[in-house]
């Protein structure tokens, strides 16, 4: 599964996502949307406004969320 963190520099919330991501061992890949234009428009698109942007294959949500990483890790648990 890939999972990709779409971040900003300085994000609090975004810095709070990935250190719950590496805790529960989830592996992702960030993607700064300050660095990456096209990765900003298209997290517009999907109608966010704020950072985190965490997208997996089958979901995507906005902030920083436990339950959201509780679920992908029992999920990685179960694959």
């Known amino acids: 599964m890939i ?3 779409y971040t900003k520099p ?6 709070a ?3 719950a991501m590496d805790k529960k061992g989830i592996n992702y890949r960030l993607v700064d949307l300050m ?3 096209q990765a900003l428009a298209y997290v517009r698109s999907l109608g966010y406004q704020q950072v985190p942007v965490v997208q997996t294959a089958n ?3 906005s902030g920083f969320r436990p339950d ?11 694959a």
Do not use: F, P
């Open 35 to 37: 660095e990456d234009l």
């Open 3 to 5: 999972i990709t963190i």
């Open 68 to 78: 959201k990483i509780g679920m992908l890790a029992s999920q990685s648990l179960t």
């Open 17 to 19: 996502t990935c250190r």
């Open 10 to 15: 300085d994000c609090v919330q975004c810095h």
């Open 59 to 61: 979901e995507h949500w």
